[in-house]
């Protein structure tokens, strides 16, 4: 029964779709493959997800809005545009927080 759900939910949407057994092995494989570090084993995590998701739409497997394809196609660059060091991550986050959001103060979150 459990295979059953996982089947017919697999399609009805990109949650599912992620959550198929064969695709949350991917995902998995992405985070171990990246040691103990936290931020790429992330980063990895998210960049595998989008590919999936790509693969499903692209294969006619999962159906996507116009709305839905579009926010994939700006996560997937931004995922991928994002260094591949935490310290340089780090630095880019408080550069545009700072930016962005009004009182914005790295110690409030431990650094």
């Known amino acids: 029964?459990?295979?059953?759900?996982?089947?017919?939910?697999?399609v009805r949407g990109p949650e599912g779709y992620i959550l198929?057994?064969?695709?949350?092995?991917?995902?998995?494989?992405?985070?171990?493959?990246?040691?103990?570090n936290y931020y790429l084993r992330a980063r990895a995590a998210g960049i595998e997800a989008a590919?999936?998701?790509?693969?499903?739409?692209d294969k006619k497997e999962l159906a996507l809005t116009k709305k839905q394809l579009s926010v994939l196609d700006k996560i997937s660059v931004e995922l991928e545009?994002?260094?591949?060091?935490?310290?340089?991550f780090y630095d880019y986050?408080?550069?545009k927080y700072s930016e962005e959001v009004p009182n914005f103060n790295p110690k409030s979150y431990g650094f």
């Not at 029964?1 to 697999?10: K, P, Q």
């Open 51 to 57: 590919k999936i998701i790509r693969e499903g739409y």
């Open 20 to 36: 198929a057994y064969d695709h949350a092995w991917r995902i998995g494989m992405a985070i171990a493959d990246n040691g103990n």
């Open 93 to 95: 986050c408080v550069k």
């Open 1 to 10: 029964l459990r295979d059953l759900y996982m089947l017919s939910d697999r």
């Open 81 to 88: 545009a994002l260094p591949d060091d935490e310290d340089k």
